[in-house]
Structure formats: structure tokens, C-alpha cells
């Protein structure tokens, strides 16, 4: 198997934006050394490069990539992606953006530079002045399989094109399959609050905005500086896959868990020990066969009967802190094992991983899950207080959901009662009446009850205790419990105690209801008194009363409604949180 090209999914260093001396004829200045595909190559190997793309100014040095894939070993060499960094131009402003294709060959490269320098010709362009905009890029390359990665941070940036557009740019980066390139932390932070200003809630702060660094290299002979050797070393970024163009799609789809900065894949790649490579032969009726492991997850799938467990069993023999089953015994007579693991020097016919290595027994899943026995391979696995902390929180986390329900039913059954169709509406005429210098009798009702006790505090404390005393006899009369003289005594004392609350919120609710009388006593005789007004003064009562009502609707509506928002948002945050965990 290559070295380089594993049939599992590794982290390949990358870097898609590096310079050759062409970018002379349209930049100024812009190279500095002598380029050399021979120095590269070596440069490349030396740092460890798996994917790389050679992108000067709005030109392809094709002889660059011609004589590169000459000699290219898919096996051994790192893969070279034909790519170039375009000058876009967009009303009055420019910015940069690499265009990476789906092309590792000479003839197909040959066609993409045809093309471009056939629209640049047209364009009566110098080397120069060259500029596209994106829908000649895309006239130009209209089924061509490419990545548009545009600049960010601070020069050249796709944030400075789309000035005031940011949601443009977004559509930009969503339909093209682009993440932002040279972005300092600072700018990311300025760029996710942006996007997320105009997205839905549910799609907020989901960390899938792809950034990658890349070394912008101008001299290959001081690779991998940035730039031209006078801004320091460019610190990789990594992707995971395998050494193809489809990794990079994977990475930019996939950022938070397939791309890594060199301090997040330094934070990750600790060295562990692993199985890297099982052999096993001289088994009747099995073929031979070299199984290399990935350093992550490994599955084994097959239909019944096809050698599952038996693989297993020959794995299990190969590890020397496992156990085998004797059931195979007679079936891997004559079996000879190598085995390599990560810290090995070379295979061996047994080997040791310091890991701790849980080993279930094919049915065992059925038993833990479909039977609801969790516990059992919490005891197993040594993480049975880790198992009952889980299941305490989870309990916690449904009796939450359970009352943010039963909040959300009540929230909803208020809103579905509402007249949302009422029309709130306040005349001209009704507040000239309510502002005139007319008299009348006034009292604000409203103010008096935020004053007295709530009725509905009232009664839910009067069912609580009404719901205490009735369970406190049942209680006392059940014959389960065996109470000491002591615990007798606690009974009686909080009965009595309940029995004195109960009688203060019924004092409470009876002087509640007294005030409803007179308050209601009050509103017919200020109605009255009223009534015996001029006209004027009686219109000015109405407007009164009118404009109350709109106000109460109007509050009604709104309190409502923000309530149930509110729940809604609870609820949703924490359905998110539990499935975070």
C-alpha cells in the first residue's frame, strides 16, 4: 500500500496557493528568486505536502505543470491541482480568488488554459490589466468541476467586493462550494456574526463556515514562507481524506470536523498506540489476506455466516490481553499470524496495545440495548458512575422538557383563543372626546388589582395545600409505613402547620373576593354617576372606557404572543442543548 495514499482517511496537508515566476508578466515585482518544479518537489516532500496547486495572477504556467505531471508518481508524489488566482471584478471594486479545478493531468490543463487565455484575448486585455468578472469566469468554465475559494482579511478581499452586499457575498460562497481564504481570527469572528444575521434561528452558530490558510508562497527556494520570505513560515492547514480533489469538497461541505489549523492538529495527533496492519495465512478454504487499519474507526460488515466473528477471533488471537473462543479452534488449525502495531518495529506473531480494549461478545448488543440493559455494559466497561451521572441528567433534562411542554400546550391554547384578526382600531373623533376639558368620574381599576393579592397565585397555592392535607391523611392511614412515636409527632405538627396556611389563603381569598364586590360596586357607580353627565361628558366616558379596552386588547395580544415566543425559543434551545450531548 502507497505511503502517501492510504485506503483509509488521514490528514493530508495542504496548500493550495503557491507561486511561480509567471506571476512577472502580470504583477509587478511579484516573484522573487528563480522558480524551479525540481526545488518545489523537494520542498513540497520535505514539509510533508499531500495536496498542493501552483495559482499565479490570471495566468497558468502550463510548462510548470506539464513538466510536474511528467514524472508524477500518484503512489509517492504529493497531487498537484491545476489552480490560478483571478482578479474579479465586481462594480468599482477588485478582489482575488483561487479557481481550483477538478484536473491532475497535462491535456486537460492545456484546455482550461486555451480557454482562459482565449477570454482574455477577447477582452483585448494586456498582461497586465487582466480582470473577469464571475459570470465571465463562469462563460468560460460552464461544466468545469472547480472551487472558488476568494480572499478575505484585509487586502483583496471578497467582503471589500460585495461592500455592503454581505449577504450577496454569502450566496456567493454557498452556490460555488467556497470557503474564505487568509481569514485572521479577528475577521472570522466579523465574518460568522454577519452571515448569521440573516439566517434562521435553527441555522445560527453552527460553525460550518470553512476557512483555510494557505502560504501564498512568492519564492520556492525559502518555501514554506509567506509571501516572499519576509512575513515568516506559514503555519499548514490540514484536511481529512484521501490524496483527492473529493477530500477537499468533503473538508469545505464538513469544516468543523475535516479541516484543522496546525494548533488544532497538534491538540488532536498525540501519539497512541494503534493496530496498523494484520496478516494471516494457512487457513483451508480462506484466502490469504493483509488487513491495514485506520487509526480511527474500523467496521467489519458482512452477511450471517461470513466470517465476522471468525475475523474477530483471529484479531483476539494476534492481541495478547485478549481472549479467544475455543469454538474456532479446530477451523484455525495451522494458522499463522503477523501483526503490527504503531509502536512496533516490525510484525510480530502477538502484540501488545497499552489502550484498555472493551470486548463485547457477539449478542451482548441485543442485551444492552433491545432489552434495555445499559447498566450491565456500563458495569462491564468500568463506567458505571459515569452511567448513573448520564442517567441522572437525563432524567433532569425530560422533567425540563416535560414542564416546558406542558408550558409550550398552555402558551399555545392562550395564542389559538386570541381574536388576532381584531381590529385595534383608535378614531380621531375618540381621542379628541377623551382630551376634552370636560368633567366625569375616574378611577383606574387596573392600578387597585396590582395592589391587592393575585387570584391566580390565590388559587394555585390553595390547590396546593388542599392537595397536601388530602395526601397527608392518606398518608397517616396507610399501613405500608411504620412510623416511630417521633415521626408521629413531625406528622401532626405539619399538619398543623399545612391547616394554619390553608387558613390564611382562604382569609386571603375571601378578602380578595370582598374587594372584587366593592371594585365592581365602584365601576357601576362611577357608570352612573357618569351617565347623569352632559353629552359631552358622557362621550368623553366612552372615549374613556373605548380607549381601556383597545389598551387592554392591545396588551393582551402582545403579552400572549411574546410569551409564547419566549417558550418556543426555550423549548428549541433546549432540544438543541440535549442533542448536543
Known amino acids: 500500500m502507497s505511503k502517501l495514499n492510504k485506503k483509509y482517511s488521514v490528514w493530508q496537508k495542504i496548500d493550495l496557493h503557491i507561486h511561480t515566476d509567471s506571476s512577472q508578466k502580470t504583477k ?308 499463522e499470524i503477523e501483526i503490527k502495531s504503531k509502536f512496533d518495529a516490525s510484525f510480530k506473531k502477538k502484540t501488545s496495545v497499552d489502550t484498555s480494549i472493551i470486548q463485547i461478545n457477539q449478542g451482548d448488543i441485543v442485551n444492552f440495548f433491545e432489552k434495555n440493559k445499559l447498566e450491565d455494559l456500563a458495569r462491564k466497561t468500568d463506567k458505571l458512575t459515569q452511567y448513573s451521572l448520564a442517567k441522572e441528567e437525563f432524567r433532569v433534562q425530560k422533567s425540563k422538557l416535560e414542564e416546558l411542554i406542558n408550558d409550550l400546550q398552555k402558551g399555545y391554547n392562550e395564542a389559538f383563543d386570541l381574536d388576532v384578526h381584531q381590529k385595534l382600531i383608535l378614531h380621531q373623533h375618540t381621542i379628541e372626546k377623551y382630551l376634552s376639558n370636560e368633567y366625569l368620574f375616574k378611577v383606574d381599576i387596573l392600578e387597585i388589582e396590582k395592589l391587592l393579592e393575585s387570584k391566580d397565585l390565590l388559587t394555585i397555592n390553595e390547590i396546593l395545600l388542599s392537595s397536601l392535607i388530602d395526601n397527608l391523611d392518606k398518608f397517616k392511614e396507610s399501613d405500608f409505613f411504620a412510623l416511630t412515636t417521633e415521626e408521629k409527632q413531625i406528622l401532626i405538627d405539619f399538619d398543623k402547620l399545612v391547616k394554619t396556611k390553608k387558613k390564611e389563603i382562604d382569609q386571603a381569598t375571601s378578602r380578595r373576593n370582598r374587594f372584587d364586590i366593592f371594585l365592581n360596586k365602584v365601576k357601576i357607580n362611577i357608570q352612573i354617576a357618569n351617565s347623569t353627565l352632559n353629552t359631552e361628558g358622557q362621550e368623553k366616558a366612552q372615549a374613556q372606557e373605548s380607549i381601556q379596552k383597545k389598551i387592554s386588547a392591545t396588551a393582551k395580544l402582545f403579552s400572549t404572543l411574546s410569551n409564547l415566543r419566549k417558550i418556543t425559543k426555550e423549548v428549541s434551545l433546549t432540544t438543541s442543548h440535549i442533542r448536543k450531548k
Not at 168 to 186: D, F, R, T, Y
Not at 255 to 264: M, T
Request: net charge negative.
Open 28 to 335: 509587478d515585482n511579484d516573484y522573487k528568486g528563480i522558480f524551479s518544479v525540481k526545488i518545489l518537489h523537494e520542498k513540497l516532500i520535505e514539509q510533508d505536502v499531500k495536496i498542493f496547486s501552483l495559482t499565479d495572477h490570471n495566468i497558468i504556467n502550463i510548462q510548470a505543470y506539464k513538466e510536474y505531471f511528467d514524472t508524477y508518481h500518484a503512489d509517492t508524489d504529493p497531487l498537484l491541482l491545476l489552480g490560478v488566482e483571478l482578479d474579479i471584478e465586481r462594480k468599482d471594486k477588485t478582489y482575488h480568488s483561487l479557481l481550483i479545478f477538478n484536473c491532475s493531468n497535462s491535456t486537460y490543463a492545456e484546455k482550461i488554459n486555451d480557454r482562459l487565455e482565449k477570454k482574455f484575448t477577447a477582452k483585448s486585455l494586456s498582461l497586465k490589466e487582466r480582470k473577469l468578472t464571475i459570470e465571465e469566469i463562469i462563460e468560460t468554465f460552464p461544466v468545469d468541476d472547480f472551487f472558488f475559494i476568494p480572499h478575505a482579511g484585509n487586502t483583496a478581499s471578497i467582503v471589500d467586493g460585495y461592500k455592503g452586499e454581505i449577504e450577496e457575498a454569502q450566496k456567493m460562497l454557498i452556490l460555488l462550494q467556497s470557503p474564505l481564504e487568509k481569514v485572521p481570527e479577528k475577521c472570522k469572528q466579523i465574518y460568522n456574526y454577519n452571515f448569521d444575521t440573516i439566517l434562521y434561528e435553527a441555522f445560527k452558530n453552527k460553525d460550518d463556515y470553512a476557512y483555510i490558510e494557505f502560504s501564498d508562497n512568492h519564492n520556492i527556494q525559502k518555501y514554506p514562507c509567506r509571501h516572499k520570505g519576509d512575513i515568516g513560515d506559514h503555519e499548514f492547514y490540514s484536511i481529512k481524506g484521501s490524496k483527492n480533489y473529493e477530500t477537499i469538497r468533503l473538508a469545505f461541505i464538513d469544516p468543523k470536523s475535516r479541516i484543522k489549523s496546525s494548533v488544532e492538529f497538534n491538540a488532536i495527533s498525540q501519539p497512541r498506540n494503534f493496530i496498523e496492519t494484520l496478516k494471516f495465512k494457512s487457513l483451508s478454504n480462506i484466502e490469504d489476506s493483509t488487513l491495514d487499519f485506520s487509526p480511527h474507526l474500523n467496521v467489519i460488515i458482512g452477511g450471517r455466516s461470513s466470517g465476522k466473528s471468525l475475523l474477530m477471533d483471529i484479531l483476539n488471537r494476534s492481541i495478547d490481553q485478549l481472549e479467544v473462543d475455543s469454538k474456532y479452534d479446530s477451523i484455525e488449525e495451522g494458522l
